[in-house]
């Protein structure tokens, strides 16, 4: 009878053994295949919580439950798909509602500060706080702008790369792949995720589609249409990269020649954007009285605000007749 104890105790102990070392390789298992398809190495996760930038994912959660008002606008004006485009535009891990977020603390710290503490009337008030309620959407397009204008000057030697890798002997989604290793981001960090999307079963035509709707660039256009027509016609795919980089390399050349003759025709329309503010400083110290009259008085109010606002037009016509696309 002790014997039996003792065989039932051994199996139990060995099924007990088994059922741990199962469910370790399994949980291995189970972050690998996360760690593929969040696009991070083993262990960012921890890095990342650090402050440590994770790299670009695959799957990504828009949900923030704290900022639920945030979130309530989001989903009621349906900005849900626009303000995370805008966010994979401009390298930022932030669910839309964040934006949504910041812009309405903006407003309201500075609407509370100006009407509570500051000695200057309300309507200028609400203006300020209106103009500081933009500079989160400032902040996010010139990430946006920044960063496209990284990855097209990395655009036209990423070309050459993949034709190079091509002519070694390499499939073009191999070379695709063999991207994330040789250049930074923000290259990288879109040719891993398209590569990692047609390799976990995505069509290559969708894959390449989808980066150029992440990337609303004119080069990135060409490529994905110079590809898709040579998967269905034919031809040599390493000689039309090496056509397109140098095509896009000359169009750098002539934007930047457009760039040094229009560069006067900025600062005529920047110096003269200044005067009217300079001058409303000077006359501020000099003659106080005069200028609170813009202030305190119902037309001086009025005077005011269609003084800026024509003088904000002038700067926006003068900016875009001197803004040359290439």
């Known amino acids: 009878m002790g014997f039996l104890f003792v065989i039932l105790g051994i199996w ?7 059922f741990m070392v199962s469910k370790y390789f399994k949980a291995s298992d189970i972050d690998r295949v996360k760690a593929r398809l ?16 994770a790299e670009k994912q695959v799957i990504i959660n828009h949900t923030d439950s704290k900022n639920q008002f945030a979130q309530k606008v989001v989903e009621k004006y349906q900005l849900g798909p626009k303000l995370a485009t805008l966010m994979e535009q401009a390298g930022l891990d932030w669910p839309p509602a964040r934006v949504v977020n910041l812009t309405i603390m903006t407003f309201g710290s500075v609407l509370a500060i100006g009407w509570l503490f500051l000695p200057i009337p309300k309507l200028v008030t609400v203006v300020v706080a209106l103009v ?4 989160p959407w400032v902040y996010v397009i010139r990430k946006r ?55 976990l079963g995505l069509p290559i035509e969708v894959a390449l589609q989808k980066l150029a709707k992440r990337v609303p660039s004119l080069d990135v256009h060409f490529f994905v249409s110079a590809v898709l027509l040579q998967k ?46 300079a001058v409303a400083i000077l006359m501020f110290y000099t003659n106080a009285d005069y200028v609170k009259f813009f202030f305190t008085d119902d037309v001086g109010q009025i005077m005011l605000g269609s003084a800026v606002a024509l003088q904000l037009i002038g700067y926006g016509i003068m900016q875009k007749i001197v803004k040359i696309e290439v």
């Open 12 to 18: 139990a102990v060995a099924m007990l053994a088994w």
């Open 38 to 53: 969040l696009g991070t190495p083993k262990g960012a996760s921890s890095k990342s919580k650090k402050g440590v930038p």
């Open 132 to 135: 500081a309620a933009v500079l």
């Open 145 to 199: 702008k920044t960063r496209l204008h990284k990855f097209e000057e990395l655009f036209p030697e990423t070309l050459e790369f993949v034709s190079r890798s091509m002519r070694a002997g390499h499939a073009f989604s191999v070379s695709l792949e063999m991207i994330h290793r040789e250049f930074p981001e923000p290259v990288s960090g879109e040719f891993r995720r398209t590569f990692e999307e047609h390799n």
């Open 232 to 277: 269905r016609t034919g031809g040599n795919l390493a000689e039309i990269l090496d056509k397109l980089a140098y095509v896009i390399r000359e169009r750098f050349k002539l934007r930047g020649r457009i760039r040094a003759v229009s560069a006067h025709g900025k600062m005529t329309a920047t110096a003269l954007s200044c005067i009217p503010i």
